[in-house]
C-alpha cells in the first residue's frame, strides 16, 4: 500500500510518500513541500496547490491520501488557510477516484511516538527512525506529512479492514437469514 500524506497549509504544505512492504517494513518513496507565495492572491495560491498535488499523485499513484484533520486553533486566519488547503487535497483525491482518510494531530503523534503529546522534534526522531532515514526530512512539514502516512499504514488501514470485516460478516448474517 503506498499512502501520500498531506499536512495541509496554504503557505506550505507538506508532503510525504510512503510504501508498506510489511506492517514494518516501511519505505519512503518522495518527501517535498508545496511552496505558494503570499503575493499571490487566494484563489491563485489554492490553484497552485491543487496543480501541484496533482502532478505528485500522477507521480506516485497513492492507494489512499492521509490528512491532517483540521482542528480549532487559536489563530482563526491559521485555521482558515490550514483548511482551504486540506479541501483543496480533498477535492483533487474524489477527482482521482482515490480514497481519503483524515487523521488529528494527536493520533498521528500517538500511532508515530506512542504518546498524544510529543513534540515536533520527538515525531520527526521517530520518522526519521522508523523510515530508516539519515537525516530529518525539513521544514518540518514535510516531516509531518511522513508521519501522516504512517499514522495511516499503522492506524487506519486497520480501521479499514475492521470495518470490512463487519461488513462481510454482516452480509454472511444476511444471507443465512434468508
Not at 14 to 39: A, D, F, Y
Not at 43 to 55: A, F, G, H, V
Not at 68 to 87: D, P
Request: proline fraction near 4%.
Amino acid at each position: 500500500m503506498k499512502v501520500l500524506g498531506v499536512d495541509p497549509g496554504l503557505t506550505r504544505c507538506g508532503l510525504g510518500i510512503v510504501l508498506r512492504r510489511s506492517h514494518q517494513n516501511l519505505e519512503m518513496l518522495g518527501v517535498g513541500v508545496i511552496k505558494t507565495s503570499p503575493e499571490l492572491t487566494l484563489e491563485l495560491r489554492l490553484l497552485e496547490l491543487e496543480t501541484q498535488l496533482i502532478l505528485w499523485i500522477d507521480e506516485h499513484q497513492p492507494d489512499v491520501i492521509a490528512v491532517e484533520r483540521v482542528f480549532s486553533q487559536l489563530n482563526v486566519k491559521t485555521a482558515m488557510s490550514t483548511a482551504q488547503a486540506a479541501g483543496v487535497a480533498l477535492l483533487v483525491a474524489a477527482r482521482k477516484g482515490i480514497p481519503i482518510a483524515m487523521h488529528t494531530p494527536t493520533e498521528v503523534k500517538a500511532a508515530v511516538t506512542g504518546s498524544g503529546r510529543a513534540d515536533k522534534k520527538q515525531v520527526a526522531t521517530m520518522v526519521q527512525n522508523i523510515l530508516k532515514l539519515e537525516s530529518i526530512p525539513k521544514p518540518v512539514d514535510s516531516t509531518d506529512a511522513l508521519a501522516l502516512a504512517i499514522c495511516h499504514i499503522w492506524r487506519g488501514s486497520g480501521d479499514a479492514r475492521l470495518q470490512e470485516a463487519v461488513k462481510k460478516e454482516k452480509q454472511r448474517l444476511k444471507v443465512l437469514a434468508r
